[in-house]
């Protein structure tokens, strides 16, 4: 069942979405050649004690981290370890949090010092998809009008749209209903209402689609090893158009 939001509700929505892109954007920061990606996760447990707000996915099914760090072919779900960010590699960054009852939910990717033309391309069409997908995000639309954007921006540029994952609803659970694939058809799917509160993902490999999950039971990433990202933002449907509850 889809759980549509009242104004209250959404602000709680808000608080913790914002919370979750201010330390986002604060990873970023510290994202360089040499950093590990246990040292991301500490800081970010570190972020959310003092910021009093709880870890979503600590736990969660078993997961054991704060924090995912997917690093280059790695599609979503990366264990943070010792492992050491080199020039060159791309790291999907997702995080949620629980505030007052309520979940925020988002993620970037971002590059490790200087990286290829072909990694700075993915990343722009990957967070160009989302921001499409999002102004469909209006009243009278259908779900399948986001993930058609979606799918249609990715394959318009020669990349490929992860399957097996997808977004999803969210408000006093992590993930709600409905489900957002990153593909569809335009005027399918249940009709855009207001006070939805919808986390849209783009979920994009440079390669094919297929992936596989790594031995730790986590960590999905590309069958042919080429390059993923990931981008995600939490809006709500309005009479006023999409909000974004994770924009600073």
């Known amino acids: 069942m889809i759980v549509c939001k009242s104004a209250a509700e959404v ?15 604060e990873l970023r920061s510290r994202v360089r050649p040499g950093v590990t990606t ?16 709880r870890p979503a996915f600590k736990g969660y099914r078993g997961y054991p981290c ?14 943070p370890s010792e492992r050491r960010l080199q020039e060159g590699d791309i790291v ?37 998809a989302l921001d499409l997908a999002i102004e469909k995000a209006h009243l009278g639309n259908r779900l399948g009008d986001i993930s058609a954007r979606i799918q249609g921006h990715v394959e318009e540029n020669g ?19 409905p489900q957002i694939p990153n593909y569809g058809q335009a005027g399918r799917g249940s009709l855009l209402k207001e006070g939805m509160v919808l986390a849209i993902e783009t979920m994009v490999n440079s390669g094919g689609s297929a992936l596989q999950i790594k031995e730790d039971r986590w960590t999905a990433v590309t069958t042919d090893g080429k390059l993923s990202a990931h981008f995600e933002h939490m809006v709500a449907i309005t009479r006023n158009g999409p909000d974004v509850l994770t924009a600073l």
């Open 159 to 177: 990349f490929s749209v992860v399957r097996e994952f997808v977004g999803h609803g969210i408000g006093r659970e992590l993930h709600e209903e």
């Open 11 to 25: 602000e709680k929505l808000r608080q913790c979405g914002r919370l979750v892109r201010e330390i986002l954007e």
């Open 38 to 53: 246990l040292e991301l996760e500490k800081y970010t447990a570190k972020r959310l004690a003092e910021l009093g707000a």
């Open 92 to 128: 999907g960054l997702d995080l949620g949090v629980i505030v007052e009852g309520f979940y925020g939910d988002s993620a970037i990717t971002v590059p490790v010092g200087g990286i290829s033309e072909d990694a700075q391309k993915l990343l722009q069409v990957s967070e160009e």
């Open 66 to 79: 704060c924090l995912c760090t997917s690093v280059n072919d790695e599609i979503i779900h990366g264990i």
